[in-house]
């Protein structure tokens, strides 16, 4: 039955249903293997990502920010180690854990950071085992990428002038997610996804076209009020606010002439888009890892020395991410990306991660010279079409590209098959180096542990005494 709406309108869909529904009756036996572990990759990563991004200006903003309205709470910040409410921990978390680019790819972007950091504070806070994160977890990701994709299909054409809801719309996760662990039935996690709607920012490319890294906070705010929307619920604050991806311009028109809305209950409960994602093996951009991954390659199986590379030409480069700068870049945003910017630090062995983004190296003399010799071949591919490429494939292959790399002595080589590690061993590994930095080896080694083992943690109180500093 469909609640009220003044304007009177008829409504004969049950999309919001559908997914509370969905996301109320899930359980952890319903989940398959492979979505159980992608879930604790995924928040290994955020986690490493935002305690390796601890020293950064953005993650030090977002945790004065907090602490101006915040009380002491039970949720942990992973930027200082100490204690906050659960939405002010959100907020800081899930800025820390996009800064470095780390999260991985789904095919309308990511919700990782505002997912996880919304999750993880709520888990501390209500003490949840570890099924119930990861049941959490899973369904918010299914429930998110099916309400991205309504309204953000790649395969669609859209207006430019509608601005992007990527960035936004990982508010849909984090909010059901905590609704889920919070307890709410499905009635509330219609209301709970209504919330959202009023807390959802705006539909903009600015972030995209300014580049600034004050575009980090956008996962902040979204795993804040995803908390917070769930919370307003929770406490019975709130009457009415259902059906929102049913009634006519709720939030699905203002995004989309057109919206996709035969995604919204596809397959649900049978096709885990939480399983077909890109992991990341350079903390950049998505569309600049299959390049990244190819001119590894060819330098590592050639024997190349990079100081006599004449110039590395890429084909199709991804439009808009061929950015170059005399000066070097001025924002973390910007630097990652960049293709010529993350191909020149990787292939002069900057250790991916924070080293990368540091702003000696930003503006680095070596590193802007050979970003001066990267180049595509004249033939850019929008990001849409790339993005469209990916769906259509499933996530079982990046869009095609070619790196061809000439010497001084005109001698060159080409690929267009780049190397990938093993997506768990390759995200472990990096988690280690990023916890280890900031925890100590003791520290990282239980915390990974009790990750990778979720499915056996009966309290997830216990995270924060893994998390708090020396």
Not at 153 to 171: H, L, Y
């Amino acid at each position: 039955m469909h609640g009220f709406n003044i304007f009177g309108f008829e409504v004969n869909t049950y999309y919001t249903e559908v997914l509370a529904k969905y996301m109320a009756g899930l359980k952890f036996e319903d989940l398959p293997k492979e979505a159980v572990e992608q879930a604790k990759l995924i928040t290994l990563r955020i986690l490493g990502g935002a305690l390796e991004a601890s020293g950064t200006a953005p993650a030090a903003a977002a945790e004065r920010i907090a602490w101006d309205i915040s009380t002491q709470g039970t949720a942990t910040s992973w930027v200082s180690g100490k204690r906050m409410s659960a939405s002010a921990a959100a907020f800081v978390n899930g800025t820390a854990g996009g800064i470095l680019d780390w999260a991985d790819s789904g095919y309308t972007g990511s919700c990782d950071a505002a997912l996880v950091a919304a999750a993880a504070a709520i888990a501390e806070e209500t003490g949840v085992s570890g099924r119930e994160y990861l049941t959490a977890l899973v369904g918010a990701y299914e429930c998110w990428q099916r309400i991205a994709l309504c309204v953000d299909d790649p395969a669609r054409e859209k207006d430019p002038a509608r601005g992007s809801s990527n960035p936004g719309s990982p508010i849909f996760a984090a909010a059901l997610a905590a609704g889920k662990m919070l307890g709410l039935r499905a009635e509330k996690l219609n209301q709970d996804m209504g919330m959202c709607v009023l807390f959802h920012k705006q539909f903009t490319n600015l972030q995209q076209a300014t580049l600034s890294d004050g575009g980090h906070f956008e996962d902040g705010w979204c795993a804040q009020g995803g908390v917070q929307a769930a919370e307003c619920i929770k406490d019975e604050a709130i009457n009415n606010m259902t059906d929102c991806l049913d009634l006519p311009y709720s939030y699905l028109e203002p995004q989309n002439d057109a919206p996709a809305v035969e995604w919204l209950n596809r397959d649900l409960g049978g096709r885990w888009f939480i399983s077909e994602r890109l992991t990341k093996r350079w903390p950049a951009h998505q569309w600049l890892q299959r390049p990244l991954d190819i001119a590894y390659k060819l330098v590592k199986d050639n024997g190349i020395d990079v100081g006599k590379i004449a110039s590395i030409t890429v084909g199709p480069a991804a439009a808009y991410h061929m950015d170059c700068r005399g000066e070097g870049w001025d924002t973390i945003a910007a630097a990652s990306s960049s293709l010529p910017y993350c191909m020149a630090v990787s292939l002069l062995g900057k250790v991916p991660g924070i080293d990368w983004y540091v702003e000696e190296n930003r503006r680095a003399p070596a590193v802007i010279a050979l970003a001066g010799k990267i180049r595509g071949d004249g033939n850019a591919v929008g990001t849409e079409t790339l993005a469209a490429q990916f769906l259509a494939a499933e996530a079982r292959e990046l869009p095609a590209c070619t790196v061809t790399i000439t010497m001084e002595d005109g001698a060159a080589c080409c690929g267009s098959c780049g190397e990938r590690l093993d997506s768990a061993a390759c995200v472990q590994e990096t988690f280690r180096r990023q916890a280890e930095t900031v925890l100590g080896a003791e520290k990282a080694g239980k915390l990974s542990g009790l990750v990778m083992d979720m499915e056996h943690a009966t309290d997830l109180k216990s995270l924060g005494g893994l998390l708090a500093r020396a």
